[in-house]
């Protein structure tokens, strides 16, 4: 196994390269007692003839909007950081940056996206303070003090342990590692640096682990018990079986998991092709216009990634010399045009997933299939737990909203 850096965005000393394989070996090998199997390698130089697979699903938060509706997923999912934190579950979230117009309103002039996932930052910031600062120099056009990294003036005199520490404390949050939560690290990061921005991913379940399990989970020759044959389980079957019909919810594991399954009932292995990441596979710039007219391409950066279907960041807007803001822009959804007030009608528009390659196909033993028994009744997504997290999020929402109303009409007053 050989990975190179994410979308080949980095060139890596050979030291660098190494600790980045080992934390996906690693992340594979925690799950292969339970997940592996024929069908599922992590090294694609042993998949036979291998073709792309195409896995990718639209980037947009899922749960809102089969909990509540499109318009509250909207509101909640462009709001501020703690929609971010909360809501952006489709290894793919955003940041909305906001400047003063010329009568001194804030309004919304870009977007930023981002795939990258932390535990590729994690890495190198254990590893490489040095590199580290570099990537985010690179993105971000300033370069960041070593304090905003990692809360002291020299990472370097700290051990590897403290420095995964204060960096995941200040940028990365936990993870959803219980080490790390032990040792005090929040699951979203205290520091400005990726709450001001978007500059890797810091959704717990964003993350590589997350990633090789759902596509592990789907490499398997599933079949239905209740055909009189060894046909295809349903997907109804596949999630309900397991008892993780929540993940059927999303856009993300439903697409990951059933595109490896597919490949696995027919004998196909899968593999991750080299660079393992998470990707922008496309992106519809034809949905957005400014005064009747298609957007200007400088409006639309991707990077990240040394080619189309790798980038894994989008910056989306004017720039700050330009005097047009986001509500300016309107988005075409086919019967109307909408204008266009935040970044999820962006990631509307948005597919991402991984590369993945299949090998020819092979014969499938009797006793390698796994018979499923659970109903294939379909799944109602309404009802998931996750509903009521997000009403009660809505709820905030809405006392935010209220809270800023009355503001105005209570500054001057005095008690």
């Not at 700290?158 to 995964?164: D, G, W």
């Not at 979203?188 to 989970?217: C, K, S, W």
């Amino acid at each position: 196994m050989n990975y190179d850096s994410p979308g080949h965005a980095d060139q890596l000393s050979t030291h660098l390269l190494e600790k980045w394989n080992e934390t996906i070996q690693s992340g594979y090998e925690s799950l292969e007692p339970e997940w592996g199997s024929r069908f599922f390698t992590i090294d694609p130089a042993t998949v036979t003839n291998p073709i792309p697979a195409p896995i990718q699903w639209f980037g947009d938060p899922a749960e809102p909007n089969f909990c509540i509706g499109e318009q509250v997923a909207q509101q909640l999912s462009d709001w501020d950081v703690r929609g971010r934190h909360e809501l952006h579950n489709e290894y793919c979230e955003y940041h909305i940056i906001e400047r003063l117009d010329a009568t001194g309103r804030l309004r919304p002039k870009r977007i930023q996206v981002t795939t990258e996932l932390r535990e590729y930052w994690v890495c190198m910031a254990i590893h490489d303070p040095t590199k580290v600062r570099e990537m985010t120099q690179n993105i971000l056009g300033f370069q960041p003090s070593w304090e905003d990294l990692y809360g002291v003036s020299d990472p370097f005199k700290l051990t590897e342990k403290q420095r995964e520490i204060n960096f995941s404390t200040l940028v990365a949050g936990h993870g959803n590692d219980n080490q790390l939560a032990v040792q005090g690290v929040p699951a979203q990061p205290r520091g400005r640096l990726n709450r001001e921005n978007a500059l890797f991913m810091t959704h717990p379940i964003n993350g590589l682990d997350d990633l090789l399990y759902i596509v592990m989970f789907g490499a398997r020759p599933y079949a239905s018990s209740a055909a009189s044959s060894l046909e295809r389980a349903t997907r109804e079957q596949l999630f309900r079986e397991f008892g993780v019909e929540h993940l059927a919810c999303r856009h993300a594991d439903p697409a990951a998991a059933l595109g490896a399954y597919g490949a696995a009932f027919n004998g196909r292995v899968v593999a991750f092709a080299n660079p393992l990441g998470m990707y922008i596979k496309s992106f519809t710039k034809s949905a957005f216009l400014y005064q009747d007219d298609l957007i200007p391409d400088s409006w639309v950066r991707l990077s990240r990634g040394q080619e189309e279907g790798m980038y894994q960041r989008l910056e989306f807007g004017p720039a700050d010399n330009e005097p047009v803001f986001l509500d300016e822009i309107m988005v075409d959804v086919g019967s109307s045009q909408q204008s266009l007030t935040g970044g999820f009608q962006v990631v509307q528009q948005m597919e991402v997933g991984p590369l993945v390659l299949v090998g020819e196909p092979t014969p499938v033993a009797e006793e390698e299939y796994v018979v499923l028994n659970a109903s294939d009744q379909p799944i109602q997504c309404r009802e998931a737990a996750v509903c009521g997290q997000i009403r009660t999020l809505k709820q905030a929402y809405d006392d935010a909203q209220q809270m800023i109303r009355v503001a105005p009409r209570t500054m001057g007053r005095k008690g």
